[in-house]
Nanobody
Framework: QVQLVESGGGLVQSGGSLRLSCAAS????????MSWYRQAPGKQRELAAT???????NYADSVKGRFTISRDNAKTAVYLQMNSLKPEDTAVYYC????????????WGQGTQVTVSS
């Protein structure tokens, strides 16, 4: 059974920084990518950033230049450095793991709350 555990959320003032961490454990093989999604109150969950096994990254336009995703393949962990935070970044942030072969599975963490005050 695969588990994802997130940490690092909290309350920060506008312009501040936070670093989210996500550690995966369990029977994991053939990892394709790890991502951070976020869901603001009353809105759909959206992709914030993705990093593939090869290190390729992709960001939502709203976070480009402010957020940086990175991973530690040895620890099966992914991180999200968030700088210049804005009130609109307030959301629950979820870690996602895409893995498996031939069938691909998507695993989710429980989420961590990020609140940015103005």
């Amino acid at each position: 059974q695969v588990q994802l555990v997130e940490s690092g959320g909290g309350l920060v003032q506008s312009g501040g920084s936070l670093r989210l961490s996500c550690a995966a454990s369990g029977r994991i093989f053939s990892i394709k990518a790890m991502s951070w999604y976020r869901q603001a109150p009353g809105k759909q969950r959206e992709l914030a950033a993705t990093i593939t096994t090869g290190g390729d990254t992709n960001y939502a336009d709203s976070v480009k230049g402010r957020f940086t995703i990175s991973r530690d393949n040895a620890k099966t962990a992914v991180y999200l450095q968030m700088n210049s935070l804005k009130p609109e970044d307030t959301a629950v942030y979820y870690c996602n793991l895409e893995a498996g072969w031939p069938r691909v599975y998507y695993y989710w963490g429980q989420g961590t709350q990020v609140t940015v005050s103005s």
